[in-house]
Structures are given as C-alpha cells and as structure tokens.
C-alpha cells in the first residue's frame, strides 16, 4: 500500500528557506506515468495546489508561487522535495505531499510556521 | 484559472440522512478530471470521487458523484457516524484548483 511522509523544519524564519522531504513507501517514485505533487493549507483557509513533478522530472508550479519554488527528486531513496525560499507568514501552513494520479493520494501532512 | 465554488458552506444533518453537496466551476470541466476529496481533522485527506462519478477504492456505496461541464454533485445516500467531515472538490483539467469544502456536521 502506497504511504506518504512528509518531513520538515516545523518552525521557519521569515525571509529564510523551507526545506520539505516526502518519502514514499510501498511505491517507486519513478514508476512510468507517476506524478508527485505538494498541496498546502494555511490555518482556516482552503487548499492550495503548490507544484508536481513528474517520474521523469519535469515540475509544474503554482504560477502565483513560481518565482520562489524549487521541487526535485531522488530516486534512488524514492523521495521528492519542495524548495521555497523568502517565506513569509502567509506561507505558515500544513504542507501535504501527494501521488498526483487522477486525484491526489495525501501523506499526513506536516505544520511549518513562519515566525521569528 | 478555474474557480470551484463549493455550496453550502456548511451542511448540518443528521445520521440516516441524505447530504447533497455543489461544486461549481467558473468554466467547464472535463468529467474526467473533477474529484472529491473528505478531510477529517488530524487526518490526510482522502480521495472519494474521481472522473466525477467513480468511487475510490474502499468507498462504500451510499457515496456517489454526478454532474458535467460546469455542474458537480457528491451524495452520500444515508448518512454515518464517520461520514462527519470536510468535503473539497479539486479540478485538475486546467492547473489544479480546489473549492473552499463543505463542512458536514452532524445536527
């Protein structure tokens, strides 16, 4: 069966870089036809759509987040990751990493705050 | 970019009965690609409806989804105790968007 987990830094400095790893079990993340995604949302808010990467490595971003997001993977420890740099407190939030395969299928999520 | 508009806010019912929830979008969607998705608090997400209309795995039948182009359904034919939760619908035919969910609290 296919799990998900995020990891992360938890608290985060504003104007500083949040790093985010998704391990995947039960799966390979290079599997043909395979995509990645990571999906936030802030406290009392809706869903925000961050990015996916495909099997092969293409990235596909939220235009709104585009200018500071980085997302990559690694095959070899079947995980991928989320890069987002100059963060704010409107990026405090609970960040999801997900299978983006007709619908996403979610890890449990992980709370990063941005405050000094 | 597609707006989902998800209506009502909030949907208070009881167990044993029927919960009808909208998603709208702001331009037509294909069928395919319109999904729903229950969130119970401190737990991921879970996929229910896919292709508009297709359970997920492990969905049991009182749940069913409907609708086409710019008009979207998820019912939940009778109500259980665990059925309780957040319901968002996310297109992903045009980018990816989701609707602000529907809170389904038990009267």
């Known amino acids: 069966q296919l799990q998900l987990q995020e990891s992360g830094p938890g608290l985060v400095k504003p104007s500083e870089t949040m790093f985010l790893t998704c391990t995947v079990s039960?799966?390979?993340?290079?599997?043909?036809?395979?995509?990645w995604g990571w999906i936030r949302q802030p406290p009392g808010k809706g869903l925000e759509w961050i990015g996916s990467?495909?099997?092969?490595?293409?990235?596909y971003y939220n235009s709104s987040l585009k200018s500071r997001l980085s997302m990559s993977m690694d095959t070899t420890n079947n995980q991928f990751y989320l890069k987002l740099s100059f963060m704010t407190a409107a990026d405090t939030a609970m960040y999801y990493c997900?299978?983006?395969?007709?619908?996403?299928?979610w890890g449990q999520g992980t709370l990063v705050t941005v405050s000094s | 970019e597609i707006v989902l508009t998800q209506s009502p806010g909030t949907l208070s019912l009881s167990p044993g009965e029927r919960a009808t929830l909208s998603c709208r979008a702001s331009?037509?969607?294909?069928?395919?690609?319109l999904v729903w998705y229950q969130h119970t608090p401190g737990q991921a997400p879970r996929l229910v409806i896919h292709?508009?209309?297709s359970r997920a795995t492990g969905i049991p039948d009182r749940f069913s989804g409907s609708g086409s182009g710019t008009d979207f359904t998820l019912t939940i034919s009778r109500l259980e105790p665990e059925d309780f939760a957040v319901y968002y619908c996310?297109?992903?035919?045009?980018?990816?968007?989701f609707g602000q969910g529907t809170k389904l609290e038990i009267k």
């Open positions: 997900a299978r983006d395969l007709g619908g996403f299928h």
């Open positions: 039960g799966g390979s993340i290079s599997s043909t036809s395979s995509y």
């Open positions: 990467i495909s099997y092969s490595g293409s990235t």
């Open positions: 331009q037509s969607v294909p069928s395919s690609f």
């Open positions: 292709g508009a209309s």
């Open positions: 996310q297109q992903y035919g045009n980018s990816y968007s």
